[in-house]
């Protein structure tokens, strides 16, 4: 018999209680599917679901286990897939108009690495169309919302994925990280999510937002979690052409290991600058969790990093205006009003901006690799703002001054993903109005194992990522 | 362009022909202010990155594997 109830279970919990026959893949799954039903009105997080398939997958699952067969710690678990990633047979829109009726005839690698696992996908979910924005207000396939206040947005570009892991909709969903489309919204609703090093995991039959800074990567409730998920789809693809050879670590046997005498760097004038207040005392606050566990903090000059937002921007609007280039001939008219603005505007850049902004990257890359001769991690919040509402454009971060929301929210998020290091983002607290708030840990290349160490680590003794919106 | 240059519908006009991207006169107006401040950014971290002490550094367009 289950213990507990099957949506509050996390995937380690969920799969232990499916190995011992305390709960079955076909609970488990009617249980999601049951909640998709009653919450997803609402929310709006997934494109499609795949509920017959769903229910086929998890009657073979369940057989499977009653004749002794395990394939591993995702057999039998529900899990959500962002809807710009191949799902062989199930239409993958990408979030658009466009793609609205594109069925592929092959899996992205990180859904085949996931199917073979024995995991179960639930749904496609809501996106910002094409990647190419941070709120998820999708003029195609609806407005997805913050389950911990559906009057505000869940960030983006991965809102579905986040909205679906906080709604207890699926227990776990993969995401896309350009800019900070995973780590954004695992901030705004109170989950876990990592960007990995580029190359690190399979970016092949994904549709593609900026070939140099795309990656996919998890996104759960706890940091455990994301790991048995990042294990699975971690590794070299010969199909990605920017696919690493670096072998995959032990990253559970990571976890086990303490932070005692880890070095924690913060940026001068930037890492706890320009935020909310809420933002900046609950990151304050992890902080001296870490200090109290063993980290030592330490404050690092990084002369180049202001200009990072201008780099940022300028790389994701030239790439995607490449991509895009001949649907924006043919079907302008399909695109929703924001991103074929900004597509038209990635047109209008010079060569020399965008080769500019690349050698920016490699400027701000040394100054990291010198940086982490110091420290072991950087910290900075995930954003400097809490959830703001469905729609707004502008975001007030200090006193009454009123600013764009994609360069506001690119903060902090932009500046790994130029310099090519993976990123964690994990709840640490909540504002005034009930709404989450994430700090980041940015790591050296290759290095997610000290980045779920330390979250794993602040997990154990902190609670935030055990609470659950009231939906 | 320069950012002291102030981008107006005729620099967004004459950048149009040079993509070969047929945008009506409405949304070319739409995109001026907009592009103004991304050139304007843009233009600024071309002069930092154009500085001498700058000039050996390579764009990054692949990661190494370490």
Known sequence: MAQGDPLDLTIIEAAAQLEGRRLSPVELTEAMLQRIAKVDKQIRAYITVCDAQAREVARAAERMIQAGYCLGPLHGIPVALKDNIYTRGVRTTAGSKILSDYVPSEDATVAARLKRAGAIIVGKTNMHEFAWGGTTDNPHHGTCRNPWNPERFPAGSSGGSGAAVAAR??????????????????????????????????NYNVVPLAWTMDTVSPMTRTVEDCVVMFEVIAGYDPFDEHSAQVPVADYRGELGRSVHGLRVGLIRDYSLTHVQKAVGDAVRAALKTLEGLGARIEEIAMPSIHGNISAQLTIESCEPSAYHQQWLRTRAADYGEDVRTLLELGEMYLATHYIQAQRYRSLLRKEFLEGFKRVDVFVTPTLPFTATPCGATEVVIEGNRKEDMLSAIMQFTGVPSLAGLPALSLPVGFDPDGLPVGMQVIGRPFDEGTLFRVGHAYQQVTDWHTRSPRL | MKSDDPVTNETVERLCAQADLPLGPERRTRLVPMLAGLIAAANELSRKMAAAAHQSILPILRFPER
């Open chain 1, 169 to 202: 909709t699926c227990l776990g969903a993969l995401g896309t990280d350009t800019g900070g489309s995973i780590r954004l919204p695992s901030s705004v609703n109170g989950i876990v999510g990592i960007r990995p090093t580029i190359g690190r995991v399979s």
